[in-house]
């Protein structure tokens, strides 16, 4: 209904203002469909249906309701023809500016610059865009009249009688080829029933009734001869603003750098402000908010209560029935059960804390009684009215803690994953704490391209994986060569360096002569070249005896981290107060259990809702960071807080700025 309500208001917005003379219709979203294939079905553009249906800038779903600025009485345009569009003021537009419009986003929709809006609508400077209001569009041109060249590729169809068939592509679906013989997707899997489990490349469809292209009227044993369709890419421009580089443009617009590169050669020579770039007109544009830490501690609102469940894998009737192991040998010999006793020993500290603090949240803590393909989820859902809690924590294993998401999604309770670093499902509830190994070692590299560094690999010859990945990562990247087993010189390295630039050298070994003869290499060459040495995930032989810290310290070590290792004086009073309490030290999973639970207890204590907070507020507690974001409003949140940590000459580990 929500939804219904905003394409309502927006169709008033600007129906009134831009459109007089336009027809408006509805498209209902079918299954494949993107904004491009729907523009270009109704011949207009993406920037077009996005005015109409600004919500259609987060994606489109099947069965999504678009409204459509079109003509009834419009005719095809014939190919290679000119139209020529008187314009009624030469000298300027007015826009009735819409919700999620930006002063950027509207110099791209009318192919301008913001300099030219801000210039002629001076209060958009000091007051910002405001819904409803309008604002002045400078022209083009100073002519009245604009030549527009329009090319059609439409197809001529014809009927048949008689099936023909067809050859089963990469990418094709059985909607998209429904479509394009013009047949229902149940048409075409009653001529064909072996498709009903799904297609396969290769496959020979036979096309009963409905339409076809005359270029595809073919007999079963003529051979099937499509002409290739000549693609015209559907492009919009972008002024490049002031301090944007080339990988904040790849973050901002989702775009590969190469892809980056061939719809603007001009880029290989650098960014420059003021450059007017290409980009795919159907990309959603990532607004990117830098965000600040906050002290959510100073900004308690304790007045209306809370409801937190968290759901712990005790399994407690499994121990009772066990009748050949005690609890004190299960103890010994069950890592799960001492996991979830040490996370749970960390998150009743977290509890302590926000007593002291006053915070107005009801706790219930419950046995989830799961292992990795079962749990006693729904049965605790329903028993114990969780679909009334603000938040749930847990449980461990992730098909579990996506089940009870799923379970959860319609009461708007949120649901965070602790542990895991798997995902499969995404929900608008769920809140995966503990970032992947890919997003930890994509940290490094967006670290490293941020600085504009140059990127050298030394990777072992036997991991052909890790070397693809590299390569992935950065086309530019500069693999040091050397032989099967591995030999290598300084020289081969140095050849590789750049003067007057940091070089960031990347190591992949768990050969301890490899990583050893490397580190000399580098403290050797680093007295004509800047470089650090940089691992992307943790590697065990460098906390060997035979790899001596001073020289990795020598090397400034550079690599990610889910967790601050500095010694910070909040680290220092929490291992303090675990050990009074608990007579160990705690552990990694007793300090994620009180980072975890303190952040949550925090953030549903504040002014603004709990979803407001993940959506603005990045957080660090005694080992962790937490920066959720998602991408678009059915996707999970997930965690993208990771240290960039380096050795320091002093021996001591640092946060790299």
């Known amino acids: 209904m929500k939804h219904f309500l905003s394409l309502f208001i927006c169709f008033f917005l600007i129906g009134f203002c831009g459109f007089s003379q336009e027809k408006i219709s509805k498209h209902i979203v079918a299954k494949g469909e993107t904004v491009v294939q729907i523009s270009q079905q109704y011949k207009i553009t993406p920037a077009d249906i996005y005015r109409l249906n600004p919500d259609a800038q987060n994606g489109i779903k099947p069965e999504m309701v678009l409204l459509i600025q079109n003509s009834l009485e419009a005719k095809p345009v014939k190919q290679n023809t000119k139209t020529t569009v008187k314009t009624d003021n030469p000298m300027t537009t007015m826009h009735v500016v819409v919700a999620k419009e930006t002063v950027y986003s509207l110099a791209k929709t009318y192919s301008t610059t913001v300099a030219d809006l801000e210039k002629l609508n001076p209060e958009i400077v000091k007051e910002g865009l405001k819904i409803g209001g309008t604002i002045k569009i400078p022209s083009k041109s100073d002519k009245s009249v604009i030549n527009i060249e329009s090319t059609s590729n439409k197809q001529k169809f014809i009927t048949k009688t008689e099936p023909i068939f067809h050859s089963v592509v990469a990418k094709e679906t059985k909607y998209s080829i429904a479509k394009i013989y013009g047949i229902s997707v149940d048409d075409l899997e009653k001529a064909n029933p072996e498709i009903k489990d799904g297609l396969q490349i290769g496959f020979r469809l036979k096309i009963v009734g409905g339409k076809t292209p005359s270029s595809l009227n073919a007999k079963e044993d003529e051979p099937v001869v499509e002409k290739p369709i000549e693609k015209i890419e559907d492009l919009m421009t972008y002024e490049v603003m002031p301090k944007e580089t080339l990988y904040s443009l790849t973050k901002k617009f989702d775009i590969d750098q190469d892809e980056l590169f061939r719809l603007n050669p001009s880029l290989k020579n650098g960014v420059k402000e003021g450059m007017v770039l290409k980009f795919p007109s159907d990309v959603i544009v990532n607004e990117i908010v830098e965000k600040k830490f906050s002290p959510l501690a100073k900004n308690l609102k304790i007045q209306d209560a809370k409801k937190l469940v968290m759901l712990l894998p005790f399994n407690i009737s499994k121990i009772e029935s066990d009748t050949v192991n005690s609890t004190i040998s299960r103890l010994k010999t069950d890592k799960f059960l001492n996991m979830t006793l040490d996370f749970y020993a960390g998150a009743l500290m977290a509890i302590d804390s926000a007593k002291t603090l006053g915070l107005n949240i009801e706790i219930k803590i419950l046995d989830s009684q799961e292992t990795k393909n079962t749990s006693n989820i729904v049965a605790l859902i329903e028993q114990n009215n969780i679909k009334n809690a603000d938040v749930v924590i847990g449980p461990f294993y992730q098909n579990n803690v996506e089940k009870t998401a799923e ?75 050397m032989d099967a087993t591995g030999k290598f010189t300084a020289d081969s390295i140095a050849i590789k360096l750049v003067k007057n630039k940091m070089n960031y050298v990347i190591l992949d070994s768990e050969k301890t002569g490899m990583i050893l003869k490397t580190i000399n290499f580098l403290i050797t060459l680093s007295k004509d070249y800047q470089l650090q040495l940089v691992i992307l995930e943790k590697n065990e032989t460098l906390d060997f005896e035979e790899i001596p810290l001073d020289k990795l310290a020598k090397l400034k070590m550079l690599y990610p981290s889910l967790t601050n290792e500095n010694e910070m004086v909040e680290s220092r009073i929490f291992e303090r107060e675990f050990k009074e309490k608990n007579k160990v030290f705690p552990n990694q999973f007793a300090t994620r259990g009180f980072d975890i639970t303190f952040d949550t207890l925090l953030r549903l204590s504040q002014e603004k809702s709990f979803a407001a907070t993940l959506d603005t507020d990045t957080t660090q507690q005694v080992d962790s960071k937490f920066d959720y974001d998602k991408k678009n409003p059915s996707d999970s949140f997930t965690n993208k807080g990771i240290y960039i940590l380096y050795y320091d000459t002093d021996l001591s580990v640092k946060i790299a700025q």
Request: proline share 5%; hydrophobic share 35%.
């Open 407 to 481: 379970l959860l999604v319609k009461n708007s309770v949120y649901v965070i994953s602790p542990l895991s670093k798997e995902t499969s499902k995404s929900y608008k509830n769920l809140i995966l704490a503990t970032p992947s190994n890919e997003m930890i070692k994509s940290a490094m590299f967006d670290f490293m391209k941020e600085k504009k560094g140059n990127i050298v690999a030394v990777v072992d010859p036997k991991k052909g994986n890790s070397k693809k990945y590299i390569s992935q990562k950065n086309k530019d990247i500069r693999f040091v060569p």
